[in-house]
């Protein structure tokens, strides 16, 4: 465990200003995309459950339900969209 | 316990994501200009790329709940979901692949992705929330 934790210390004595802006950029960005895809996954999953029960409730209805499920799955994946160009441009630009 | 049935009926996603690829052929072109007379040529083929990475997450998108609709309700859960993490995953793949290319603009390529994909939902929200609300108004099929 010393060993381990000299080598960071080390390590960490050779990181420059730049190298630490660097890993900052990396981490926000990745936590940036990593959280704007979980409440979509969330919605999604959800969305597709609650659609599974309409049709299975009520099957003439079906064509409208996965209508309005296409749609919704759509723009519940523009929230995760957004995140991920949030990310590109932290990342890359 | 009944074992799970495919889903009757026709397909509405694939007719949703004709509408919308026709719907982008016709913005498509104004997009395109717009974004290069700000950015120039980079940033019309990189709207022009944006565009073409949309279509194909709703194309993608439509093809693989259809087929799994007619298979299972269960598949489909399943394919909605795992086929949202994989879409996410092609459009990063798509974009890391073209990042450091000299005609990538990020910041057109960016907007692009998010103003397509919101403004062609809602312009196919418009149409179809009128055919639910007003079911007469839908051709009726020949007798």
Known sequence: MSILAQAAATAAEGLQKADYQAINGATNAGLAYGLAAIGPGIGIG??????????ARQPEAAGMVRTTMFLGIAFTEALALIGFVVFILLKFV | ???????????????????????A??????????????????GALSTAYGLAIVVCNFALAG???????????GLMMGVALFGYLIRLALI????????DASWVALVPLGITIIVAHLGLLFWEMRYISASLAFPALKPSPPK
Do not use: C, H
Not at chain 2, 9 to 21: K, L, S
Not at chain 2, 25 to 42: E, M, Q
């Open chain 2, 25 to 42: 052929a016709i913005i498509a072109p104004v997009l395109v200009l717009v974004f290069g007379l700000i950015w120039g040529v980079d």
């Open chain 1, 46 to 55: 959800y969305l597709v459950g609650q659609s599974v029960q309409a049709m």
């Open chain 2, 92 to 99: 990063f793949l798509a974009i890391w692949l073209v990042r």
């Open chain 2, 63 to 73: 093809a693989l709940l259809s087929w799994s609709a007619s298979i299972s309700p």
């Open chain 2, 1 to 23: 316990m009944t074992s799970p049935s495919a889903v009757e009926g026709p397909a509405p996603e694939t007719m949703i994501v004709r509408d919308i690829v026709k719907r």
